[in-house]
């Protein structure tokens, strides 16, 4: 019998509840659906095996298909209750751990689904063909299925490729030993206090990986020093959330590229705003720290989010704005373990004390 923690059954219940409801409907940026932006559904397609591919078409009958072969046909009523059930047993479950779903895995196991998840290659957990109605055009595409019934889920975990290292000047070594000797619960935190406490200055010196520095010029040429400064903004105590941190930035650099900002202080704030909005959707729907990005969405299609009152909505190409609004308001930046990812402590290079801290964002 299959098992899986709230966001996995999400997934499936993502999957149920559209061929029930046979049309996927958009969110605006707080994640209310709009009614009058919807996708028609065509067929939603899982390919467990590799070669194996089930298309499952809907309709008032939901016909399911392998390899252009009707294997079985039952109605959307059907799909409806068994995703209203499956719905109340992920709401009962309490913690974060895995369960089993007795009547739903009897029914998956009928409609040929024996994995939760589908597995793919890229950000999508869900492949659907959609009718654009501005178009005419039909398109398969992929989604990004999160969550609200579980527990938050990372947009960006931290690695060895999401360091950002900064020059530290004004400490004396004594000062660097008592600073690194700090072992508290929120030990990072309270290193910063005391490096200020010390009289100690920190400055952007340079990313750990090349390939995510090269990632973020991809967005814009000065987005490492932007993150760079949201980061100090972090772990100095300033704010937690994204759009909270943006306005750190905004206000910790005055300058870009050797040029002083002529421009009103709202038109500053906005390119601000813009460009943590474009990392947040490149991370979103396909840039990986570790992976040289070209641009492209994996995501083909967007993300689907499955709300707390069970409401299955979408961010798709047509409100892009949208979810480049939701993402800037409903993320933070958090700290990762600093012993798995070597980070937070003082040392010497070169001559230099310097400190490596690790990006880590997620959904709040």
Known sequence: MLKGNKGEWSEVYAFLRLLADGKLFAADEHLNRIENMFFPIIKIIREEVRGTVYEYKAGTMVKICLNGTVLLEAPTDVFDNEAQRLLAEIQTQGGNGT???????????????????????DK???????HDANTGYEQIVGFSIKSKLGSPSTLLNASRSTGFIYRVNGLSEVDADRINAIDTPRKIKDRFSEIAASGGHLSFCKMESQKFKNNLFMIDSQMPEIVAQMLLGYFSGRASNCADLTEYACEAIPILGGDTFFYPETAKANF????VKELLCAVALGMKPATPWDGTDEATGGYIIVKHNGDVLCYH???RDAFRGYLLNNTKFEGASSTRHHYG???NENGNTLIKLTLQIRFI
């Open 99 to 121: 369960f089993a779903v007795e009547g739903t895995n009897s029914f998956i196991n009928r409609i040929y689904v024996n994995k939760l998840s589908a597995p793919a290659a």
């Open 124 to 130: 999508s957990d869900i492949s659907i063909e959609l």
């Open 345 to 347: 402590s003082l040392y």
């Open 317 to 319: 190409i047509y409100n």
């Open 272 to 275: 601000y705003i813009h460009k």
